[in-house]
Structure formats: structure tokens, C-alpha cells
């Protein structure tokens, strides 16, 4: 729906992840009026998860808004988590809009935010941004990347059976991508930059990865590359010099990064290391009343937030709101 004027609220959320959906709890306990604008479906990075995907962490350490998080085993998996959230929703009949693009904010002579989506425009006194770092994937940069048999995301492996698969990465989602399509029937090859697999990959499924390599049922390039993707085809630099081989598809877990040029939209500066600036207790931005929260805080250390220690950030939010109002 076009609006013909602006929408007035106190605050405006961006993200309707876990942690998006944690903030607009906490600004309706606190008497706010509130919006929640998501670019997608309802926890749109989580929808976009591996169909069998399971999470680190327990179904207790997930849970917002004091609601119990029932699982069938210790550790939820995909679409357990994609019904708690929907029903947490639907408890507090937060007020979202779904499928709708933040664009552009600009800030007003009296200090409130004049925020611009592709449906419609708002004003309001606060803006948090919870985009998580799910959106835009860390590109290769290497010619045929642009072909169909791409890919960055995964859902299924059903669609990889009998194919040949390189699969980039060394993380969790690399070794769970291999894993799962070589149980399929895939023949699978894993490509990995460094000599190892990576640090963070879950500690039940490590063992199951060493010893497909071991037993020579998934290859695995140490120290390599992929240089170019063909049709039909791709080309590996390895230790060893160039290697080509027959393939199919080319599953690219190369990781994610937050939208870095909304947040520079919106004025948000950033350190070195490009992580965005933001007060650790507050969570406030150097852009006066304009907040951070969740995974999208640690900017390109995409491993330092998760659902379950970033929650808090909605609480220590609008405990700053609050007092700064009073």
C-alpha cells in the first residue's frame, strides 16, 4: 500500500529476523510505537537456511520475548525455528512489513528520521537496524561465476543427485553443502584456500567430514583456488599447478556480508576493519538514535554474533530509549 503522507512511529526496525522481532517486542513493552520493515518472507535469512539445516545452538538459547521454544531434539533444526518465530508473531501481532525495501533515511531538523522504502515512507523518532549479514554473498570474482550453475545459496540437496560438485568453502556450511550432497549420490569435491578444514565447523560433524576424505569418498584441494568456471567444466589452482575437471555445479560457500551501503546510507561510519561504530552498551550508532542490533553489529566478523548472544541487544536498546526519554 502507497501511503500519500508519511507514517508516524517511534521507532522503526529494519530486519524482521529473531532479533528484529526481539526489538519490536521490547518496544511494545515499553509503550512504543513501532514498525518492522523486512525486505522478504518473516525471518527471511532463516528461510533461506538449508532445508535440513540443524542449529548450534539449543532450542532454549533461541528463544525471544519469554516464549518456550519446544523442540523435538536438544538442537532445533530449520523449520522448528521458521514456526517458533511465525508464532511469536503472531503472540505479540507485532506490526510487520513484509516484502518491503528500506531505501534511503534522511535525518530532519528536529531529529527524527525520515525513512524512504519502495512502498511507502515513514517518520519516526528511533530507527534499529537488524538486517543480520545473510544478504549479499562474498563473490569469487572469477569469470563464469555469472553462470546458471552457481550457486551462493543452498537448500536441497536432492537437486545435486549424480552430479558433479565442486563445493568452495571450509566452514559450516561448506562441509554441511558436501556432506548432504554426497549422501545423494553427488561426487563431490570440497576446493578450500587454506590447509585445513575450518576452525568453526560443529564439533558432531567434524569427524564425519575427516573421515569421507580420509576414505577418498569427498576430494579435498588444500591451499587452492578456483581460477575459471565453464559450461561444463571448471579450473583449480592448486599447490600442484592448474587442474580441470568435469562439473556440474559449483556450490559457492564463500560466506556473507551485512549491506554495508545501507548502513552508509543511513551515516553509519566505520572503523578499519570495517566493522560499523556503535556504543558496546547502548548500541547506538554515531548517528544520534539510530541503533544496531544483532549479527549486522559485528560487520565482517560474522562470527562473533549469533541468535543466542545477541539478543540482548533489543533490551539494552530500549533500556537507552527509554532513560534518554525520561
Known amino acids: 500500500m502507497l501511503a500519500t503522507e508519511n507514517q508516524h512511529y517511534d521507532i522503526l526496525i529494519i530486519g524482521a529476523g529473531p532479533i528484529g522481532l526481539a526489538c519490536g517486542i521490547e518496544a511494545q513493552k515499553a509503550g512504543k510505537s513501532y514498525v518492522i520493515i523486512e525486505k522478504g518472507p518473516l525471518v527471511n535469512s532463516l528461510y533461506h537456511y538449508p532445508v535440513f539445516m540443524t542449529f548450534f545452538s539449543t532450542s532454549q538459547k533461541l528463544e525471544i520475548g519469554g516464549v518456550p521454544f519446544v523442540s523435538i531434539s536438544n538442537k532445533p533444526n530449520r523449520n522448528e525455528a521458521l514456526e517458533y518465530y511465525r508464532r511469536v508473531a503472531e503472540k505479540f501481532a507485532l506490526n510487520i512489513r513484509l516484502f518491503e525495501t528500506v531505501e534511503r533515511s534522511e535525518k530532519l531538523p528536529n531529529g527524527d528520521f525520515e525513512v524512504f522504502t519502495n512502498k511507502s515512507n515513514y517518520q519516526v523518532k528511533q530507527v534499529i537496524v537488524a538486517t543480520g549479514f545473510y544478504d549479499i554473498p562474498v563473490l ?71 573421515n569421507r ?114
Open 140 to 210: 569469487m570474482n572469477i569469470p563464469g561465476e555469472e553462470l546458471s550453475k552457481v550457486k551462493h545459496y543452498y537448500q536441497d540437496p536432492h537437486l545435486y543427485a549424480f552430479s558433479k560438485v565442486v563445493v568452495v568453502g571450509a566452514n559450516n556450511s561448506a562441509i554441511d553443502v558436501a556432506l548432504e550432497t554426497y549422501r545423494k549420490g553427488a561426487k563431490v569435491t570440497l576446493v578450500i584456500r587454506g590447509g585445513e578444514i575450518g576452525s568453526y565447523v560443529k564439533y558432531w560433524v567434524r569427524p564425519d567430514i575427516e
Open 213 to 326: 576424505i580420509k576414505e577418498g569418498e569427498i576430494k579435498v584441494y588444500y591451499h587452492s583456488e578456483l581460477t575459471h568456471i565453464s559450461p561444463n567444466s571448471v579450473t583449480i589452482k592448486t599447490p600442484e599447478g592448474l587442474i580441470n575437471l568435469e562439473n556440474d555445479f559449483v556450490l559457492a560457500m564463500t560466506g556473507y556480508t551485512p549491506n554495508f551501503k545501507l548502513l552508509a546510507n543511513l551515516g553509519v561510519q566505520f572503523d578499519k576493519e570495517q566493522n560499523p561504530i556503535h556504543h558496546t552498551e547502548t548500541m547506538e550508532t554515531n548517528v544520534p538514535g539510530l541503533y544496531l542490533a544483532g549479527v549486522v553489529c559485528g560487520g565482517m566478523d560474522t562470527h562473533k554474533w549469533y541468535i543466542e548472544n545477541s539478543r540482548v541487544h533489543a533490551e539494552q536498546i530500549m533500556k537507552h530509549i527509554v532513560g534518554a526519554q525520561r
